[in-house]
């Protein structure tokens, strides 16, 4: 990724300079920017993306700022683009997609899939076999031997590709549901939420903290509007955009302040757009886990080859003896060169067996799927490790509002003049309380203009607030006392204002009021506001000074609003003599508290279980908040997060700590209220040094250092800013704690059935490698030919990929404890199990291969054939069973949801079926012969012993681990019979 932005800077270097070259050739063939004319820009979108790409200042004065453009555009600064001609804007000035690169067909696959290196060299021995087999056999009994073994390269290649091209479409699903980005814009004279790609040039956009910038476009008004260009740029400093400098580019974020601009280019003619033409997105890296295992596969197809070099030398070295025995070393034949042919085939089949690129296959395919199924539980998974690493979590750093309670704010009580209100009843009505005119008024002032959200009316008439949880549930409450938003927003002139930080904890307005009177409001955390007052609004309405008796009062009511799981904010305003140089800081002292507004945010559905959950799997979970520590302690309480020896503590007091006692107290940290984007950092960057696997949920901009510093990062797809999302590797779309749950229950399932899959494939890695090597070496032939040996590949692979890898998780999943980072992959159990399983099924094809004529009582010329046939089926049978022994790993009822999942249930069929038609039906292309119902019925049987043999290999103890350290991996032994069913 690092390559990427240096290659978009230097991209944008390189259009800036030619940008600059047609500026000064235009500067000299106009003379001066006062020629500029407006029509010139009024249907002329290059023109327009031009000035702003190259920030062009003097054109743009020459056309009287952003009225003069609007004027160009044909648009209302006030009133916006109207609906009607959204589609001719579309038209004229493009549309805001950008090009992207067309997806591959599925023949495009194909050819991927053909470009396997073993599968080329089999289809130059299938070619050559073909023409020997013609020479010698004659038509049409010399192509069997050949055609077969391209019917099993087709039939591979094919299911390959198929399986590839399926999952390019699940994440071609996956980014489109990553790319649903909406902005706040002005049209019809109404404030709606349209998609970014539905913006047109014209288009009147408001810009807020942790928003993308949607479009290029210019500044039209605003406050404290601070950008980050480094997507764009490089550069880690936040650039101020105003009126003096009011260009700004699509890609670039706002870090800060509010805005509203107007687009002037969309899609490809913006300046990201032009640098994406340029460029095509890199893949994604592999995951952890797919590196590991292609070191096991590596390791793996090494020791495949070494097997097939000296199976293939073996049954060489023996057919030149014989034919030295037989003195006819000096006259060679065409059958000669095909007996060559086909030694070197099934060595070559061997390497196809041995090499299991099914794993990084199998990694992929499980990752998809689950990630496929994670959207529909409203869990967008941006990377494909995040679900493989969450399910190694071992502690999860969550926030409160919104993610453990419901988001959905209202204000239930409200200390003012002196006294606690109680502001709706039980059943949720809205209690009218009496104000002195003088107290209501100044309130509702505050209350409307001291806010960054707004109170918008369709064409219905119908009001809805657009903004925060918490800044709708403190407007709303202003709408029900009868306060009226847009006649208050009307008669007061904004002078100055410092949106909310979430370093300061507070937001601050300054108005001209209606009789010339200037006023400053303050709206924040609860301390913090009160700790700017000196004076307080008493029981009569009058303005008194705030004595200690009176703040001891007012702590009081703040501690029982939160000991109620109340969320506090205060209300505070001042007036200046002689009016206020907007130039100037808002003051941070001498205010005078309004109001103490207690809003209550209720705990979402299923959060306590969801954390429940999480404690039996041996995750850890911390509330990480920035509310009052005894709302915080309350609501942590109520969910279960904060239990008898946990620890809560706030921001503040975090700070202090040395690293030292950090160590000692961060294991029982629990809750941490009154936090900073600071203080979430580095408590995750400390658990994470203490070599815990942390998971970080967050929201807003000032989370975007943690969740980049945490293991795998949570953002909240309604409440989230395009920040936050940005640095996260999963979108949580629902906000719910319990999602996050399912995150962990998913990345659990990926790990256990890519070990399921490495057993499964292991297992018949050795046992083929074995009997075709050992009866190459004993009998000069090889049992399994090279058709044989593909479909096993293919049911190895695949097939077994597919049915292994796709295992839904169970509840059992999350009564494990993680999986430390260095834990072995290839556990002791996964051992016993393969090795059980492959002496038992070594042992029966030996005996049938060294002894199976007289044991089945075979006899004529067509005996080896059948006892081939037979010791190929009795093999298939073999992987079919092992397969189901393979769904756990340490457990003995291995039916458990068997029958539910309908993937795996579909491939066992499907490779039953295809055994079936390959050996009655295409004997002449496998090398086989039909079987009569006895041997059928026998090769059955033999492989269903293989399920008694594995319940039995889970009798045998292997690894124990001790119960206060159940933290070695998913793969424990359990401790009586019991827990193995």
Request: net charge negative.
């Amino acid at each position: 990724m690092e390559d990427l932005r240096v290659t978009f800077i230097a991209m944008r270097a390189a259009l800036r300079f030619m940008d600059a070259g047609i500026q000064h050739r235009n500067a000299r063939e106009h003379h001066q920017p006062s020629d500029v004319n407006i029509s010139e820009f009024s249907k002329n979108p290059d023109k327009l993306a031009s000035m702003v790409r190259s920030y062009d200042m003097k054109t743009l004065r020459a056309l009287n700022g952003p009225d003069g453009i609007a004027q160009a555009l044909n648009v209302s600064i006030n009133e916006g683009v109207k609906s009607s001609e959204i589609s001719t804007r579309q038209e004229t000035y493009g549309i805001n997609k950008y090009t992207e690169k067309p997806s591959k067909s599925f023949l495009m696959f194909v050819w991927d899939a053909l470009h396997d290196l073993t599968l080329i060299i089999l289809i130059v021995c299938a070619i050559v076999s073909i023409g020997v087999g013609l020479a010698t056999e004659g038509w049409p009994d010399g192509l069997y031997d050949g055609l077969g073994i391209l019917l099993s390269i087709l039939l591979v290649v094919t299911v390959t590709a198929v399986s590839d091209y399926k999952q390019s479409l699940q994440f071609r699903d996956l980014d489109k549901e990553k790319k649903k980005i909406s902005s706040h814009v002005t049209r019809d004279a109404c404030r709606k939420k349209v998609s970014i790609y539905d913006l047109v040039v014209g288009d009147i956009v408001h810009l807020s903290i942790g928003d993308q910038v949607p479009a290029d476009g210019i500044f039209i008004s605003g406050y404290n509007l601070l950008i980050d260009e480094s997507s764009l740029t490089g550069e880690s400093d936040y650039v101020h955009i105003d009126e003096n400098k009011p260009f700004l580019l699509a890609g670039t974020k706002v870090q800060d302040g509010s805005a509203k601009m107007l687009v002037t280019a969309v899609g490809m003619k913006t300046e990201w757009g032009r640098l994406m033409e340029t460029l095509s997105e890199e893949g994604e890296d592999e995951t952890p886990l797919q590196v590991k295992l292609n070191g096991v596969a590596t390791i793996i197809g090494k020791i495949g080859l070494l097997f097939a070099v000296l199976t293939f030398l073996v049954l060489v070295v023996r057919f030149l003896v014989e034919k030295a025995m037989r003195n006819e070393f000096s006259s060679w034949s065409s059958t000669d060169a095909l007996n060559m042919l086909d030694y070197f085939a099934t060595a070559v089949t061997i390497i196809v067996v041995a090499v299991p690129e099914g794993l990084p296959l199998a990694v992929t395919l499980s990752l998809a799927f689950a990630m496929k199924k994670l959207m529909n539980d409203k869990a967008l998974v941006r990377h494909l490790s995040a679900c493989e690493t969450m399910g190694s979590s071992t502690c999860i750093c969550t926030d409160k509002t919104g993610t453990l309670t419901t988001n959905h704010m209202v204000v239930v009580k409200i200390w003012v003049s002196g006294e606690t209100k109680d502001v709706r009843d039980s059943a949720g009505h809205v209690i009218s309380s009496k104000l002195s005119e003088r107290v209501s008024t100044v309130l509702l002032q505050g209350i409307f203009e001291c806010t960054g959200s707004e109170v918008v009316k369709d064409k219905d008439g119908k009001t809805s607030i657009l903004g925060t949880p918490t800044e709708s549930a403190i407007l709303q409450y202003g709408l029900d006392t009868g306060g009226d938003f847009d006649a208050i927003r009307n008669e007061i002139e904004i002078i100055k204002m410092e949106p909310f930080n979430s370093a300061k904890k507070k937001m601050s307005v300054v108005v001209a009021l209606p009789d010339g009177q200037t006023r400053a409001f303050c709206k924040g955390a609860s301390e913090i506001v009160l700790g700017l007052c000196d004076k307080v609004i008493d029981e009569s309405g009058e303005t008194v000074p705030l004595t200690k008796e009176k703040t001891e009062v007012v702590n009081n009511v703040i501690e029982y609003f939160a000991r109620d799981a109340l969320r506090t904010l205060c209300l505070a305003y001042m007036d200046f003599e002689g009016g206020f140089d907007g130039g100037k800081d808002i003051p941070e002292s001498g205010y005078t508290l309004i109001a103490v507004v207690g809003i209550k945010d209720p705990l979402r559905p299923g959060v306590k279980e969801a954390v429940e959950t999480c404690l039996a799997a041996g995750i850890t979970v911390r509330m990480v908040t920035g509310d009052n520590i005894n709302t915080a302690k309350a609501i942590a309480k109520e969910c279960g997060i904060l239990t008898g020896d946990g620890l809560a503590i706030e921001g503040p007091e975090f700070r202090t700590k040395t690293a030292e006692e950090l160590n000692v107290i961060a294991p029982s940290i629990r809750v941490m209220a009154r936090s900073s984007p600071t203080d979430k950092y580095d408590l995750v960057k400390h658990l994470r040094g203490m070599s815990e696997v942390v998971a970080v949920t967050g929201d807003g901009t000032n989370d975007a250092p943690a969740l980049h510093e945490s293991d795998i990062g949570f953002a909240m797809g309604i409440a989230g800013t395009e920040v936050a999302k940005e640095q996260a590797d999963v979108i949580v779309m629902d906000d719910d704690f319990a999602t996050i749950v399912k995150v962990a229950k998913w990345g659990r399932a990926v790990y256990i059935n890519i070990q399921k899959f490495v057993q499964f494939q292991l297992t018949v890695n050795i046992v083929a490698l074995m009997i075709n090597f050992v009866s190459a070496c004993i009998t000069g032939s090889a049992p399994l030919t090279a058709v044989q040996l593909l479909w096993v590949n293919l049911i190895m692979d695949t097939l077994g990929a597919l049915a292994l890898a796709t295992e839904p998780p169970h509840d059992g999943l999350m009564k494990r404890p993680p999986v430390k980072r260095t834990d072995s992959f290839i556990t002791k159990t996964m051992w016993r199990n393969i090795i059980g399983q492959s002496i038992y099924q070594m042992a029966v094809l030996f005996v049938l291969n060294f002894a199976g004529k007289p044991i089945l009582k075979l006899h004529g010329e067509n005996a080896t054939a059948i006892l081939n046939t037979f010791i190929f089926n009795t093999f298939v049978f073999c992987q079919v069973f092992n397969e189901i022994n393979s769904r756990d790993i340490d457990k003995i009822n291995i039916f458990r949801g068997m029958f539910s999942s309908w993937i795996f249930m579909g491939v066992m069929v499907a490779t039953v079926v295809f055994q079936v038609i390959i050996v009655e039906f295409l004997g002449t292309f496998a090398s086989t012969v039909p079987l009569d119902w006895q041997l059928w019925s026998l090769s059955i049987v033999i492989g269903l012993v293989s399920m008694p043999i594995a319940a039995v290999l889970k009798c045998i103890p292997v690894e124990k681990t001790p119960v206060k350290e159940q933290h070695e991996g998913y793969d424990m032994l359990p401790g009586s019979p019991d827990e193995r069913v």
